[in-house]
């Protein structure tokens, strides 16, 4: 019920907050709702809301932030007030830029856990464990960003995500994964060779070769 959007004040550059927007993925935990108000946040996500978040889907609506000029693609995550009051004088350098969807501690903790699993508070141990290293890995960031530093971020979160499609996929779907890139590397050659005018009659040469090269390709890769 309610929004299919979840709104959360973030701060951004300069120390400005912000309407941080993603899909929502959990019960609201309210006075009229005991039972998901009793349960961790991990357990109050629903069974969309897990599809969501395995597959990053829930993030899409930051593209809005983007837009608005609030977040870049590419920046420190934004964090809660909260959190950010518990930032040294040092570590308030990473509010010098827009955050970002993407940084290193997007990449290092990509897989990160929703709680603490020795039953601890989340918030203490977030503060006191995992704030410190990703804002050590913010200012790494703040001392090497630019262009080419932006699209090496961008490029590790696109293959990781899809190393984690094809892991999920099982050995069949890396079968298929394979198979296409054999396939989309032999046309890709044929292009390259011809100047991207391929003649008819080496057109039907590639085609007739095409499944004999990714059968190949995929039994040797087996």
Request: net charge positive; aromatic share 8%.
């Amino acid at each position: 019920r309610g929004s299919v959007f979840y709104r959360q004040a973030r701060v951004g550059r300069d120390g400005r907050t912000f309407q941080f927007l993603k899909f929502r993925t959990m019960l609201d935990a309210t006075p009229e709702r005991k039972d998901a108000s009793a349960r961790p946040a991990g357990h109050r996500v629903t069974e969309a809301g897990v599809i969501l978040r395995r597959h990053k889907i829930d993030k899409l609506p930051q593209l809005v932030n983007v837009l608005l000029g609030h977040m870049s693609l590419v920046g420190p995550l934004p964090e809660l007030p909260e959190t950010v009051a518990h930032y040294t004088p040092e570590q308030r350098a990473v509010l010098s830029v827009r955050p970002g969807i993407m940084d290193y501690a997007s990449v290092t903790y990509r897989g990160e856990q929703e709680g603490p699993e020795d039953g601890s508070d989340p918030t203490e141990t977030y503060i006191a464990r995992v704030m410190p290293r990703k804002l050590e890995l913010n200012l790494q960031y703040l001392a090497r960003r630019g262009l080419i530093e932006d699209l090496r971020i961008i490029l590790a979160s696109v293959y990781l995500r899809a190393q984690d499609l094809i892991s999920r996929a099982g050995k069949v779907g890396q079968v298929l994964v394979d198979g296409s890139i054999v396939a989309s590397a032999l046309v890709i050659a044929y292009l390259v060779r011809f100047d991207f005018e391929i003649p008819t009659q080496h057109w039907k040469h590639m085609v007739l070769l095409l499944p004999y090269v990714v059968l190949a390709r995929t039994c040797a890769n087996v």
